[in-house]
């Protein structure tokens, strides 16, 4: 029984899970308004992976793919075009799965290394993207800009998270069955 | 536990030596690739969804002139050729990044305009090192 509802997401995980999604979609809407830095394609902060990394932290990869994939799709519903949608899928999920296997190896230490990692990965799967959809090689010539730019939104994305978590409720609302009352 | 947390921080120590080598690999390619070189001789060409479109020899450009690339969604950039290079002066999509990388001359940087799939290249006539190749079929 107990291991049926560790797999279940109660009310109080929906509702912060929401939330953060919801927090996440803001912020990616506020960016998209900035103007670019530099004048490279696909450079941006990147500054809703501060949820993103946040959630992984608090309450697990699953409930982080979760907010991910949420917020992605109505991202692309309210502020993109189609052809956005697919670069951010690469960008993001191979960020994410890149944060969590480094989160595993450094064992929840070193937040800032996780997401620079997240940051530099995410940044290369938008280009592996774009190398497929627009099939020219040249794309690759844009890697050395960026890589650094990568590394660099990531570490201040994990600064930003870092403060996220520290300001989030302590107590987060997880998978951990709770007391249930019987009606 | 000790051990463990020597073991993570020999992990960390990896990792961020790691990331700071490719940073400085890449910028050090950044530097050395500054110099790109005359134009002349050169062919600019121009793609869409892996697509060669158009081929332009770029002596053969006299004075400016702008062309309108239309997608077939409705989305259009118009380039200006010149002398002084190829630069992207409008577009339709929202983030214009292709109009701020500003004119290009050589083989460093191509323009690129991810919401329309469109890719400019400067690149030698026998060298089609930018041509689609069959991974993208």
Same mark, same amino acid.
């Given at each position: 029984?107990?291991?049926?509802?560790?797999?279940?997401?109660?009310?109080?995980?929906?509702?912060?899970?929401?939330?953060?999604?919801?927090?996440?979609?803001?912020?990616?809407?506020?960016?998209?308004?900035?103007?670019?830095?530099? &004048?490279?394609?696909?450079?941006?902060?990147?500054?809703?992976?501060?949820?993103?990394?946040?959630?992984?932290? =608090?309450?697990?990869? =699953?409930?982080?793919?979760?907010?991910?994939?949420?917020?992605?799709?109505?991202?692309?519903?309210?502020?993109?075009?189609?052809?956005?949608?697919?670069?951010?899928?690469?960008?993001?999920?191979?960020?994410?799965?890149?944060?969590?296997?480094?989160?595993?190896?450094?064992?929840?230490?070193?937040?800032?290394?996780?997401?620079?990692?997240?940051?530099?990965?995410?940044?290369?799967?938008?280009?592996?993207?774009?190398?497929?959809?627009?099939?020219? &090689?040249?794309?690759?010539?844009?890697? &050395?800009?960026?890589?650094?730019?990568?590394?660099?939104?990531?570490?201040?994305?994990?600064?930003?998270?870092?403060?996220?978590?520290?300001?989030?409720?302590?107590r987060p609302a997880d998978s951990r069955p709770?007391?249930?009352?019987?009606? | 536990?000790?051990?463990?947390?020597?073991?993570?921080?020999?992990?960390?120590?990896?990792?961020?030596?790691?990331l700071i080598i490719l940073c400085m690999g890449?910028?050090?390619?950044?530097?050395?690739?500054?110099?790109?070189?005359?134009?002349?001789?050169?062919?600019?060409?121009?793609?869409r969804d892996s697509v060669l479109i158009e081929?332009?020899?770029?002596?053969?450009?006299?004075?400016?002139?702008?062309?309108?690339?239309?997608?077939?969604?409705?989305?259009?950039?118009?380039?200006?050729?010149?002398?002084?290079?190829?630069?992207?002066?409008?577009?339709?999509?929202?983030?214009?990044?292709?109009?701020?990388?500003?004119?290009?001359?050589?083989?460093?940087?191509?323009?690129?305009?991810?919401?329309?799939?469109?890719?400019?290249?400067?690149?030698?006539?026998?060298?089609?090192?930018?041509?689609?190749?069959?991974?993208?079929?």
């Amino acid at each position: 029984m107990q291991k049926k509802n560790s797999k279940k997401i109660n009310t109080g995980l929906l509702t912060e899970l929401a939330l953060l999604t919801a927090l996440a979609l803001a912020v990616y809407g506020a960016e998209s308004a900035l103007p670019a830095l530099l &004048p490279i394609p696909g450079l941006r902060l990147g500054l809703s992976n501060i949820i993103t990394l946040a959630v992984l932290r =608090r309450n697990g990869a =699953r409930s982080a793919a979760l907010v991910l994939t949420a917020r992605i799709l109505l991202a692309a519903l309210l502020f993109g075009q189609p052809v956005s949608l697919l670069y951010s899928l690469s960008g993001g999920f191979l960020c994410l799965l890149s944060e969590i296997l480094i989160d595993h190896i450094l064992r929840k230490n070193y937040l800032f290394l996780t997401s620079a990692f997240g940051g530099l990965i995410h940044n290369l799967g938008q280009l592996l993207a774009a190398r497929l959809i627009m099939g020219s &090689p040249a794309v690759w010539l844009y890697l &050395p800009y960026l890589i650094p730019a990568g590394i660099l939104t990531g570490l201040f994305v994990g600064l930003c998270a870092h403060f996220l978590l520290k300001l989030l409720p302590s107590r987060p609302a997880d998978s951990r069955p709770q007391k249930t009352f019987k009606s | 536990m000790k051990k463990e947390l020597a073991q993570n921080r020999t992990a960390a120590f990896i990792l961020t030596a790691f990331l700071i080598i490719l940073c400085m690999g890449s910028l050090a390619y950044l530097f050395i690739r500054r110099s790109g070189g005359s134009p002349d001789g050169q062919i600019i060409r121009i793609y869409r969804d892996s697509v060669l479109i158009e081929e332009i020899p770029f002596d053969a450009i006299k004075e400016e002139r702008r062309v309108r690339y239309s997608t077939p969604d409705g989305g259009y950039n118009i380039v200006s050729f010149s002398p002084e290079g190829v630069s992207i002066t409008e577009a339709s999509c929202p983030d214009k990044t292709c109009i701020h990388i500003g004119r290009i001359r050589d083989s460093s940087l191509p323009l690129v305009c991810l919401p329309n799939r469109l890719v400019i290249t400067i690149s030698d006539p026998e060298e089609d090192s930018t041509a689609p190749d069959a991974v993208s079929y």
